[in-house]
C-alpha cells in the first residue's frame, strides 16, 4: 500500500520547535511520508538560518520558498502572505500530498492553509483554538476553520475549537508537540561547556559562563501595536540593565521574529547598543533549540512577551517576566507574572521572579507525547475534504 504523504511546512524558528517531533514520527512511520517545505524567514541569514538546524538534525528539506518581504510593516507582512500562496500552491501541486501539517497562528502559515484548501489537500492544525493578543489569534482561529483534522495542546482550546463547529471525532488533545521536544532536552541535557562554546563561536557581545547566573530576553513586535515596538523593548531593557548593574547578572537578547514591527524592536536593541549601555549583554539571532531549553533551565528568569516563556516555561519552572498584550490569555502556569510596558513594574517582576527562583513542573500543555499519538492519528483517519459546521447548543 502506498504511504501517506504529509508535507509539513516550516516558516520559522517557532515553527520547527514545534513541530518537530512530529516530523521525527512520520519520518519513523512504514504508513507515512515527509515531505518537508521551508520558507520565509526559516531561509534568511538576518533570522538565524533555521533551515541548517532543520539539516543539521538529519531532515531532507524538499522545497525551499522564498517569499518573505522585506520591510516588517503590516502591508509587507500581508504581501508576503499573498506571495506565500503563490509560492505555496506550486509547491503542493508538485508534490501531491495527502495532508499539510501546519502550526499555530502566523502569517505564512495561514497562506499555507487557504493553499491547500483551495487544492482540496485536509489541513491538519496544531495548536489551535488558543486565544492571545495580537492578531495572532484571528489567524489562529480562521486556520481552524480551514482545517479538516485538529490537534489542540490543552482541553480549553479543544472546547473552543468544537464553540466554532468543528466535529468531535477530529479534535484531539495531545498536547503540544513542543514540550515532546522539551522534555527530550531535559532528560538529556546539553553539556555546559558545549553551551559556553557555542556562546564564544556565535553571536556578538561580552562572553561568560553558564555555569553562573544570567538572565534571558525574547520580546517580539505586537502587530496590532504597531510603531510602539521601540518604546516597549527600550522599557525593557532599562530595567533589565538597572538589575544587571546592580547584581552584575549577564544577559543574553534574542533577536525578535520577522512579525511587523520587528524592525522597531530592533531599532530599539541597536539604540541601546549604539549607546554603549550594552555591557555583560550577548547577542542572538537564534539558538539551536537544545542550547535554548538548557538555558531556559538554568536561568534566573525570561523577560519577554515569547510563547516560551508562557508553553515551554510551564512544563521547565522558568521564571517568566511576561511584558504587554502579546499573550493575552493564553493558559499559562504559575511560572509567569504579568506587567505591562513601563520598565518600574517590568524590574520590580524580575526581581520577585529571582527571589522566588525555580518553579514546579506543571503539564498545562501536555506531558511530552504528543507527536507519536499525532501519528497514530494520521496513519489511519478518514477525511471528507467538505467540511460541515455542526450545531451545538450555546449555553
Known sequence: MDK??????????ANYSSLKSVMRHIHLSDKLELILIVGASALLDKYGEVVNLVERDGFSVNEKLFMLIEGETPETMAKSTGLG???????????????????????????????SAYNNIPIVHTMGGEVSGSIDESIRHAITK??????????????????????ENQVFNYGCPRIDTIKEILDNPSNNEDINKFIRIEGVGDIFDIENEFLIISQHPVTTEYGQGKQQISETLKAIKEI???????????????????????????????????QNFHFFKNLPL????????????????SSSGIREGSFIGTPVVNIGTRQND??????????DYNYENIKKAIKTQIDHGKYESEHVYGNGNAGKQIVKVLETIKINIQKRFIKREIV
Not at 504529509?6 to 520559522?12: D, R
Not at 480551514?146 to 466535529?167: K, S, T, V, W
Not at 493564553?330 to 506587567?339: E, P
Open 290 to 305: 537544545e542550547y535554548y531549553v538548557s538555558l531556559m533551565d538554568k536561568a534566573l528568569c525570561l523577560v519577554g512577551n
Open 4 to 13: 501517506r504523504k504529509v508535507c509539513v511546512f516550516l516558516g520559522s524558528r
Open 330 to 339: 493564553r493558559a499559562r502556569g504559575k511560572n509567569v507574572i504579568d506587567v
Open 244 to 278: 544587571s548593574q546592580e547584581r552584575n547578572i549577564p544577559i543574553i537578547l534574542i533577536w525578535p521574529n520577522s512579525d511587523a514591527g520587528s524592525d522597531d524592536v530592533a531599532s530599539g536593541i541597536r539604540i541601546f547598543r549604539e549607546k554603549h549601555q550594552d
Open 85 to 115: 500562496l503563490i509560492e505555496l500552491s506550486g509547491a503542493l501541486m508538485k508534490y501531491q500530498p495527502d495532508y499539510t501539517l501546519i502550526v499555530g497562528d502566523r502569517f505564512e502559515m495561514l497562506a499555507a492553509a487557504i493553499a
Open 146 to 167: 480551514l482545517a479538516h483534522i485538529h490537534f489542540p495542546a490543552n482541553e480549553l482550546a479543544r472546547q473552543r475549537i468544537f464553540q466554532m463547529g468543528e466535529p
